[in-house]
């Protein structure tokens, strides 16, 4: 299983960016996957998740602003992060749990910056 995590970037505050998950060497309809981020000095947090049928959960400090989605056909789980703040920033991951293991992708860094 391996994921891929790509879009992240420097962006101003206010501004938007939209993170990507491509999911290979497994059955994508059938995972949950995450979205988690950690900041220097911090730890490791959930930001957002989607099942396998496309049900979405979200943490406290993003919700209404971001909007995570997935794309069957790409194999494809998407991050739409919106009115982004300095807070955002982070290395963001995303993860998923098969054949009795967690994966994770290598990381894709957001920086919210003026």
């Known amino acids: 299983v391996q994921l891929q995590a790509s879009g992240g970037g420097l962006v101003q505050p206010g501004g938007s960016l939209r993170l990507s998950c491509a999911a290979s060497g497994v059955n994508f309809r059938l995972i949950d996957v995450g979205w988690y981020r950690q900041a220097p000095g911090l730890q490791r947090e959930l930001v957002a998740t989607?099942?396998?049928?496309?049900?979405?959960n979200y943490s406290d400090s993003v919700k209404g602003r971001f909007t995570i989605s997935r794309d069957y056909a790409r194999r494809t789980t998407y991050l739409q992060m919106n009115s982004l703040h300095p807070d955002d920033t982070a290395l963001y991951y995303c993860?998923?749990?098969?054949?009795?293991?967690?994966?994770w992708g290598q990381g894709t860094q957001v920086t919210v910056s003026s």
């Open positions: 989607i099942t396998s049928g496309g049900s979405t």
């Open positions: 993860n998923t749990h098969a054949r009795g293991r967690t994966f």
